[in-house]
């Protein structure tokens, strides 16, 4: 079975300060993902990474900042955290190479919810 | 922006009947389609996928696909109490994957 791990499950912080939330995943899947998700706004997507020390930005990657130094990790940073980042953060990772790659799919780790007071 | 629609709900449907859940997405070019349950508290998990035109059946579920429509639809079958969940859409176009907002389905005994 694929396994991502997100290694802080819960976390409440306070506002400027910077945060880590930690990926972790065992199936040398290429892609990796960090989503938030919001009631009413549903899952959305903040940055990506394909490859190692390689990053893409989402939809709303404003506030946030990525590192990938290892194939196996992907970080996601909050500079300085604000009250309307406090959200559920969702890892997922992916073995896409083609985009006709017939078992494509993304797995998601169990999700870590941030609260910024 | 690539968008992907679907009825936020509540789809209330008695224990025993058929649930159908509905997606459309915007993108002409959309290749995959996804269908994942997200229990409340958890992470939303893979149910189903689909690549081509018509149905795909697996177990009590089938995925239905039309691209000329821009349609991707989910039946559930002898619905179950511990089928209700939020039920995600979503599209893959090229290496993105978008989500809908989610269907929440209500299976009541």
């Known amino acids: 079975d694929v396994k991502v791990t997100q290694s802080s499950r819960y976390l409440v912080k306070r506002t400027g300060e910077k945060v880590f939330l930690e990926c972790v995943q065992d199936?040398?899947?290429?892609?990796m993902f960090w989503y938030r998700q919001d009631p009413g706004l549903g899952l959305r997507l903040i940055y990506f990474?394909?490859?190692?020390?390689?990053?893409e930005k989402g939809d709303i990657p404003e506030g946030y900042s990525v590192s990938r130094e290892k194939k196996e990790r992907f970080s996601l940073i909050l500079e300085s955290a604000s009250t309307n980042q406090t959200s559920m953060y969702l890892c997922?990772?992916?073995?896409?190479?083609?985009?006709?790659?017939?078992?494509?799919?993304?797995?998601f780790g169990e999700g870590s919810w941030l609260t910024v007071v | 922006q690539k968008e992907v629609e679907q009825n936020s709900g509540p789809l209330s449907v008695p224990e025993g009947a058929i649930a159908s859940l509905n997606c459309t997405y915007s993108d002409r070019v959309s290749q995959s389609f996804f269908w994942y349950r997200q229990y409340s508290g958890k992470s939303p998990e893979l149910i189903m996928s689909i690549y081509s035109n018509g149905d795909k059946e697996d177990g009590r579920f089938t995925a239905q696909l039309n691209k000329a429509s821009q349609y991707v639809s989910l039946l559930i079958r002898d619905s179950q109490p511990s089928d209700s969940a939020t039920y995600l859409c979503a599209v893959l176009t090229g290496n993105m994957l978008t989500f809908g907002g989610g269907t929440r389905l209500m299976v009541k005994p």
């Open positions: 199936m040398d899947h290429e892609n």
């Open positions: 997922a990772s992916s073995l896409w190479r083609t985009v006709s790659f017939s078992g494509n799919t993304i797995y």
């Open positions: 990474s394909y490859d190692v020390k390689m990053k």
